[in-house]
C-alpha cells in the first residue's frame, strides 16, 4: 500500500511539473515559414524571436479562456496536492482521500476544456505558416489530462492504511 501511495504522489507531482512546463513553455504549434521553424503557444509566437501572439478579435476569448483554464488547472493540481500531505497526516485509519480526489478531477474537468477549446479553435491555424502540427506542450497537456484522471479517480478509491 505504500508503494501505491508514493506511487500516485511521484505521478501527481509529474503532472503538475509538466502541467506548469505545457502552460509556460511556447510549443503548442510548430509550423515553418520564410523565416524558418516557428511555434507558437498561450502567450507568444516564436521564430528566430519571440513576440506577442496575435489573433483575430473573433479568436480573442477563445485564447484568454484557455489560458485561464490551464492557469486554473494549475491552482487545482498544486491544492490537491497540498490537501493530500494534508490528509495524509490528518486522516484517520481507513478513511479515503475524497478531497484530494474531487480536485483532482475539478483539475482534470479544467485541462479538458482548455485544451478542448484549444483544439477547436487553433489547431493548424498559424497564419502565413505551411505544415504546422502540434508541439510538445499539447502533447503534454493531453498526457496531464490522463494523469490526473487517474489520479483522481485513484484517490477516491484509495484507503489510508
Not at 510549443?27 to 519571440?50: D, P
Not at 497540498?82 to 497526516?89: E, G, K, R
Not at 483544439?119 to 493531453?142: D, E, P, Q, V
Request: aromatic share 14%; with cysteine.
Amino acid at each position: 500500500m505504500l508503494v501505491l501511495l508514493a506511487g500516485i504522489f511521484v505521478v501527481h507531482i509529474a503532472t503538475v511539473i509538466m502541467l506548469f512546463v505545457c502552460t509556460i513553455s511556447n510549443v503548442w504549434m510548430v509550423g515553418t515559414s520564410y523565416l524558418g521553424t516557428a511555434s507558437s503557444g498561450l502567450w507568444l509566437l516564436c521564430n528566430k524571436t519571440c513576440e506577442q501572439l496575435r489573433v483575430s478579435s473573433d479568436n480573442e476569448p477563445s485564447l484568454r479562456a484557455v489560458q485561464a483554464f490551464m492557469i486554473l488547472s494549475i491552482i487545482f493540481s498544486v491544492i490537491a496536492l497540498v490537501m493530500f500531505i494534508v490528509q495524509l497526516f490528518t486522516l484517520e485509519k481507513g478513511k479515503r482521500f475524497y478531497i484530494t480526489g474531487g480536485i483532482m478531477l475539478v483539475c482534470w474537468v479544467c485541462i479538458l476544456i482548455g485544451v478542448s477549446i484549444y483544439t477547436a479553435r487553433f489547431t493548424g491555424k498559424m497564419s502565413g505558416f505551411t505544415n504546422s502540427h502540434h508541439g510538445y506542450c499539447f502533447i503534454l497537456a493531453w498526457i496531464c489530462f490522463c494523469f490526473s484522471f487517474i489520479t483522481g479517480i485513484l484517490y477516491l478509491v484509495l484507503r489510508k492504511k
